[in-house]
């Protein structure tokens, strides 16, 4: 890596200290980049870099909130806007207890080169809280996410930030946050995206994440003549993007073995096939329960759970073709990745976002595998988003058909586009050069066309 990167990564470090995600997902990028710069001495001289790494804006807030028993608690909101140099900003909410200003701007970060990557004109931001709706009731979930928009309102609007869904905010969350938006500002606008359907959503938003990474696994596996049809394979996660990808991937002829969540994992020899992934649906997204719940519904299931005093988890050790990471970050840490090579895996497609650690990811790129990363593979989902927008502004809907078809353009043309510019940059076959790059030259274009802003 170049000195002029390495300055500004580690400026990065020292001006955010304890944000070992971003510091992670600056670096990547940044080294994929250290490729065009040689080309591109105008980003030098902008500080195109320097400005990238500082989000345009970062709010933190408070969020009271009263549970069922009448006890007050206290969350922290909030909203990473980090580049709007091509669009409004766009990015999902999370609510997990994990959450923090680090995974947020990591997450922000990612956002903004994805959605240059999709062609729709959305910048990136990303938000949430540390709020865990995990055995809270409706009622609570309700009141917390109320108390939440309550102050995020002041901040988004059609035309400024539009927000999403991410880890523990689903359709759910998004209604309850939708009411008290449109409840404080009395306007009925395309504000949040992943809305119900007789209220605005888009069809296939909830499919298009999971839908839109196997249809970049099933682009990939096209460059050397392959297919889905007959392949085995590892998802992780059981919530939106896993059960999805699930779907896909048995209607594409290929067989789902593993489902995951926090706890531990399933492995199904059989496959999930779409009934079982009916019931998983119902488990989680009805009755809230846990995976391991599948096992005891079909006993030909083994159920393992996740020790994470270990360096590896056993969802990444068992012979397959192909693995679609869905649950988290760096939840494939290099052992994992040893793991998984070791068993004949092939083609690593990320439906989460940087759920491969940097020790997994260099023995990826290190081997000859087809390796999707998150910012190209997953953005199904912020694509359709898009889409929603639009149909919003129009005020009318398309046909599931055509958002279908849409989605399945658009990972088409990302996947060209990240063959195009690993090509082009002297890193064929490349897939994280060639979308950290195409992410990068159209937003580091439009902020040299904005002038120092
Ligand atoms: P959900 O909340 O619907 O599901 C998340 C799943 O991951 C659950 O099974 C959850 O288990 C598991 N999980 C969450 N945190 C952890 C953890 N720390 N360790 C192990 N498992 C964990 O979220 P989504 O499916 O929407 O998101 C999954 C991933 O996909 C995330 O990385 C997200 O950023 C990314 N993504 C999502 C998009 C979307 O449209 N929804 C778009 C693009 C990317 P448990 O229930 O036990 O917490």
């Given at each position: 890596?170049?000195?002029?990167?390495?300055?500004?990564?580690?400026?990065?470090?020292?001006?955010?200290?304890?944000?070992?995600?971003?510091?992670q997902a600056i670096h990547e990028v940044l080294e994929s980049v250290s490729l065009v710069l040689e080309q591109h001495p105008e980003y030098l001289e902008a500080k195109i870099l320097e400005r990238l790494v500082e989000p345009e804006r970062a709010i933190l807030f408070r969020i009271p909130w009263v549970d069922d028993q009448g006890a007050v608690h206290v969350n922290r909101g909030f909203r990473i806007e980090m580049n709007s140099a091509i669009g409004p900003y766009k990015g999902g909410l999370r609510f997990h207890a994990s959450v923090n200003l680090g995974i947020l701007k990591?997450?922000?970060?990612?956002?903004?080169?994805?959605?240059?990557?999709?062609?729709?004109?959305?910048?990136?931001?990303?938000?949430?809280?540390?709020?865990?709706?995990?055995?809270?009731?409706?009622?609570?979930?309700?009141?917390?996410?109320?108390?939440?928009?309550?102050?995020?309102?002041?901040?988004?609007?059609?035309?400024?930030?539009?927000?999403?869904?991410?880890i523990g905010v689903g359709a759910r969350e998004i209604g309850f946050l939708f009411g008290q938006y449109k409840r404080i500002r009395n306007e009925f606008t395309g504000v949040l995206t992943g809305k119900?359907?007789?209220?605005?959503?888009?069809l296939i938003r909830p499919e298009a994440t999971g839908y839109g990474s196997v249809y970049f696994a099933a682009e990939m596996l096209a460059t050397r003549g392959d297919s889905l049809e007959g392949k085995s394979c590892i998802v992780s996660g059981s919530g939106n993007?896993?059960?999805?990808?699930?779907?896909?991937?048995?209607?594409?002829g290929g067989t789902a073995l593993t489902m995951s969540d926090s706890n531990g994992h399933?492995?199904?020899?059989?496959?999930?096939?779409?009934?079982?992934?009916?019931?998983?649906?119902?488990?989680?997204?009805?009755?809230?329960?846990?995976?391991?719940?599948?096992?005891?519904?079909?006993?030909?299931?083994?159920?393992?759970?996740t020790d994470y005093s270990?360096?590896?988890?056993?969802?990444?050790?068992?012979?397959?073709?192909c693995a679609f990471p869905s649950a988290t970050?760096?939840?494939?840490?290099?052992?994992?990745?040893?793991?998984?090579?070791?068993?004949?895996?092939?083609?690593?497609?990320?439906?989460?976002?940087?759920?491969?650690?940097?020790?997994?990811?260099?023995?990826?790129?290190?081997?000859?595998?087809l390796y999707g990363p998150g910012k190209a593979a997953n953005a199904g989902g912020v694509a359709v988003s898009g889409l929603e927008m639009a149909q919003n502004s129009m005020r009318f809907s398309w046909s599931r058909e055509e958002v279908d078809h849409r989605l399945r353009q658009i990972m088409k043309n990302i996947h060209t586009?990240?063959?195009?510019?690993?090509?082009?940059?002297?890193?064929?076959?490349?897939?994280?050069?060639?979308?950290?790059?195409?992410g990068f030259i159209k937003v580091a274009d439009a902020m040299m066309d904005q002038g120092v802003v």
């Open positions: 890596m170049n000195a002029y990167i390495e300055e500004i990564l580690e400026t990065v470090k020292t001006k955010n200290p304890s944000e070992p995600e971003y510091h990591f997450l922000a970060f990612e956002q903004v080169f994805k959605n240059s990557l999709t062609t729709l004109p959305l910048g990136g931001g990303k938000g949430g809280s540390d709020f865990d709706p995990k055995g809270k009731s409706d009622a609570e979930v309700m009141r917390f996410c109320q108390s939440f928009m309550t102050e995020l309102c002041r901040h988004i609007g059609p035309n400024t930030d539009v927000p999403a869904g991410d119900g359907l007789n209220w605005g959503g888009s993007v896993a059960q999805y990808t699930v779907q896909k991937i048995t209607q594409l399933i492995f199904d020899p059989e496959g999930i096939d779409e009934d079982k992934l009916q019931f998983v649906m119902a488990l989680k997204n009805q009755r809230r329960g846990r995976i391991e719940e599948y096992a005891e519904a079909y006993p030909d299931t083994i159920y393992t759970p270990e360096d590896s988890n056993p969802i990444w050790d068992h012979k397959a073709d970050q760096n939840e494939i840490s290099g052992k994992d990745a040893e793991n998984l090579l070791k068993n004949g895996v092939f083609l690593v497609c990320e439906g989460a976002n940087m759920p491969t650690s940097p020790e997994g990811t260099h023995l990826f790129l290190d081997s000859s595998i586009s990240c063959v195009e510019a690993a090509d082009r940059y002297g890193s064929k076959g490349n897939y994280v050069n060639g979308a950290n790059i195409a």
